[in-house]
């Protein structure tokens, strides 16, 4: 095993904390927990500009929007 320098109490506890998180994974968990939000607002986030688009393009051709945008935007103003 390797020695430590010491570079005072508050970076050593620092450093124990950092070597202990990796060891148990808590920041391979945390990681995750955040990407899976992201992902998802990410998702949410192209849904609505594609529905938007969607709604601009069928105004301006006077047609009528598919059911799926129609429910999409009902449920947003809820």
Excluded: P
Aim: net charge neutral; aromatic share 12%; charged share 45%.
């Amino acid at each position: 095993m390797k020695n430590k320098t010491s570079f005072g109490e508050y970076f050593d506890d620092q450093r124990d904390r950092i070597v202990s998180d990796m060891q148990t994974g808590k920041n391979t968990e945390l990681h995750n927990a955040w990407r899976e939000d992201y992902d998802k607002r990410q998702s949410e986030k192209k849904k609505h500009e594609l529905f938007k688009k969607e709604l601009e393009e069928c105004n301006e051709k006077g047609v009528e929007i598919s059911q799926e945008c129609k429910t999409y935007f009902k449920k947003r103003f809820e």
